[in-house]
């Protein structure tokens, strides 16, 4: 009597094509849509849920396919989404990037049989930006693709200040308290510039306006703040007059380079260098320069990427900020210093941001219901996504965010 090997099941067979690409076993645990697993018993489970998952993979090999089966919800994870990041990126460390000749074969001959042929459009909350890098039209569409999904998004997300940046988190803040790690924050910003009641601060990339209103109220000081979003400027101006600040502080919709303000005692910029692109980076730093007055002093609160790995990421560019460009601490020193400015601190921030993602991914776990209802599923994964990645990537030192201070000569 004669007997046959079991056939293999398609959680094997997409096992198999995983560890011919990599080069090594696959340290997850595949499951397919059939229900089938393969893989450790003790890894992190991928649960492949289309062969369109496969099919997204292959047509776009890497970070952004991957990133549009999960946001499409054809791929997903079992159990937390960041220690698979860490996971994952520990398990190949080391492998080659470049999948081998027979390994591309062997998938494609997969795809033929799962009938995956032809390239799939991508999710359509992918941005889609038109013209050349950061001229001004492609920067505000970049900008609204971004922070224009809706105050009321914002308000799920982040804490009450509604501070959309790294957080302080002082010995004295509690654990998980992201409204006094954001509070933390703005007064150690305000504290830096040293600010007295009466002087004028510009605030460059002011956001929804929690250093806007927390400076005139707590300062007493005379505050302007620049944005190109118009979700954000309309929020900024009801904050400034529900807190009666009408005649200290003011919103204005207007991209850096066309700022008018100048000898302003003090001049902040947080988290907005990133979005204006390698080349203009000089320029900004020129405005920065204009805008303060000789002897003011400039707070810079920047993030920042390794020198293999400037720019945000084929994820983050395609889904969270198009075009946003992070370069190396240093090569920002020296731009800042090359504009006018004497460099007079630099406090890195990397292990507050891990908490600070955190904590507005709990905020997004929390709220999950309401943000699929206002922003859509496939966009509420897009953050899920974006959120756990980020905790990894400060995690683990291939980001960092510092506060630079600097005076104008």
Request: with cysteine.
């Amino acid at each position: 009597m004669t007997t046959t090997a079991e056939q293999p099941t398609t959680a094997d067979q997409l096992n198999g094509l995983l560890a011919a690409v990599l080069g090594a076993e696959p340290q997850v645990r595949v499951r397919a849509w059939d229900g089938s697993l393969a893989g450790p018993a003790d890894a992190p489970v991928v649960v492949i849920r289309s062969p369109m998952a496969l099919r997204r993979m292959l047509w776009r090999p890497g970070e952004l396919g991957l990133a549009r089966a999960y946001v499409a919800g054809e791929l997903d994870v079992e159990g937390d989404l960041g220690a698979a990041f860490s996971h994952a990126r520990a398990a190949f460390a080391g492998l080659s990037a470049r999948p081998r000749p027979g390994a591309v074969r062997a998938a494609w001959r997969a795809a033929r049989e799962w009938r995956l042929a032809g390239a799939p459009p991508p999710p359509p909350e992918e941005a889609r930006l038109r013209g050349r890098r950061h001229t001004r039209r492609r920067d505000r569409a970049a900008i609204s693709h971004h922070y224009d999904l809706g105050n009321d998004f914002y308000e799920l997300l982040l804490d009450e200040t509604m501070a959309y940046s790294c957080g302080y988190w002082s010995p004295e803040v509690p654990d998980g308290d992201g409204a006094a790690a954001s509070r933390a924050k703005l007064d150690l910003v305000c504290r830096k510039l040293e600010l007295r009641p009466g002087d004028h601060l510009v605030d460059i990339g002011c956001g929804w306006g929690s250093l806007v209103v927390h400076a005139a109220r707590e300062y007493g000081v005379r505050v302007t703040g620049y944005t190109i979003s118009r979700e954000q400027a309309s929020y900024v101006q009801e904050r400034i007059e529900r807190a009666g600040l009408g005649e200290r502080a003011t919103v204005r919709l207007r991209d850096y380079r066309e700022i008018d303000d100048t000898a302003a005692d003090a001049v902040a910029s947080i988290e907005m260098g990133e979005h204006v692109g390698r080349r203009n980076y000089p320029e900004y730093a020129a405005v920065l320069h204009r805008t303060v007055r000789p002897g003011g002093r400039l707070l810079l609160q920047q993030m920042s990427r390794g020198p293999h790995a400037a720019g945000g990421g084929a994820f983050i560019e395609a889904y969270i900020a198009p075009d946003m460009h992070m370069r190396p601490l240093p090569d920002t020193l020296r731009m800042i210093a090359a504009a006018g400015f004497e460099l007079r601190h630099v406090e890195a921030l990397r292990e507050h941001y891990v908490r600070t993602v955190r904590f507005w991914a709990g905020r997004l776990e929390e709220h999950w219901a309401e943000v699929v209802a206002l922003a859509g599923e496939r966009t509420a994964r897009v953050w899920r996504l974006y959120l756990a990645g980020g905790a990894a990537a400060f995690e683990e030192g291939r980001m960092g965010v510092d506060q630079v201070l600097a005076v104008r000569h």
